[in-house]
């Protein structure tokens, strides 16, 4: 690989990350929890099945679900602290 390529490709890389953290950052913490665990189930779910599309899909619905359920335990624990007093 030249050294031109390797810029190019470092720059496209700096692009699309930068309009990524731009698309989440109006986004609610359950949007943000709920879409960071359907990306790392699907790529999980692709892994492991070798990159077909229907355990792919399957691993972005769990992903979402567990990053719903993270969500909720994590605001349960917030307002929990915040406003009750053991």
Do not use: H, W
């Not at 399957?58 to 349960?76: F, L, Q, S, T």
Request: charge should be positive; glycine fraction near 18%; proline fraction near 1%.
């Amino acid at each position: 690989m030249s050294i031109r390529a390797v810029k190019s490709l470092g720059l496209a890389a700096f692009l699309v990350v930068g309009l990524l953290i731009q698309g989440c950052s109006n986004m609610s913490t359950t949007d943000r929890r709920i879409g960071t665990g359907a990306g790392i189930g699907a790529v999980t779910g692709a892994l492991i099945s070798g990159g077909r599309p229907g355990a792919t899909a399957a691993g972005a619905v769990i992903g979402a679900g567990a990053g719903y359920v993270y969500d909720r335990e994590k605001k349960k624990r917030y307002y929990r602290g915040r406003y009750y007093r053991y």
